[in-house]
């Protein structure tokens, strides 16, 4: 007990060193949220769409991270300017790459949640977030400041991108069909 009255989160990641992290943060999930298209909750709201519908969902969603990422570089320093947060230039291209990590595993999540399988959906959510924490911490514990988040972000991404992967048939998704309107 006497350890963890010692330990002081702040200590580790000041409030301030926060607020700079997640005003980049809300920069490019803003931009990310613009760029969603709806196909992942086409996905889940229609289980009878068959594996070509949802191969649509594959081209598109990757090529709108992209265009994410791009803007958000692009646009960091208008966002600093407009947020009155001069960290979203530094943040903003790191947090980018987390995002288009993560939108890698919209689909495989969707089709999860379309075939009901809310369990898998749950364990990838939990896995993602004990990853995050712990890497944060870690990070923020060896000194590595608002990168800790960061980096943090990057590997809850990685984790649940890699927990999709193996727990979903990359056919549902991935199998090639013609694409049409």
């Given amino acids: ?23 980049a943060l809300v920069f490019v999930q803003t931009l990310a949220t613009a760029s969603s298209l709806g196909v992942q909750q086409y996905i889940a709201a229609n289980p009878s769409v068959g594996r070509d ?3 649509h969902g594959a081209p598109l969603l990757p090529a709108a991270g992209v ?5 958000a ?19 903003a ?11 890698c595993g919209w689909l495989p999540r969707n089709i999860l949640v379309r075939d009901m399988r809310f369990r898998m959906v749950g364990i990838r959510l939990a896995l993602g977030e004990v990853s995050y924490a712990a890497t944060t911490v870690l990070f923020a514990y060896l000194g590595y400041g608002g990168w800790s988040i960061i980096i943090g972000n990057v590997v809850r991404a990685v984790v649940a991108l890699s927990f999709m992967v193996i727990v979903t048939n990359w056919r549902d998704y ?7 309107w």
């Fill in 1 to 23: 007990h006497d350890v963890l009255a010692a330990f002081n989160a702040e200590d580790l990641l000041p409030p301030e060193v926060q607020g700079e992290v997640y005003a």
């Fill in 53 to 55: 519908v949802a191969f």
């Fill in 67 to 71: 265009l994410v990422c791009g803007v």
């Fill in 73 to 91: 570089y692009v646009a960091r320093g208008v966002g600093a300017d407009i947020m009155n947060a001069p960290s979203v230039i530094k943040y």
């Fill in 93 to 103: 291209p790191a947090l980018a790459l987390s995002h288009f990590i993560d939108r």
């Fill in 174 to 180: 991935l199998q090639p069909s013609p694409l049409a």
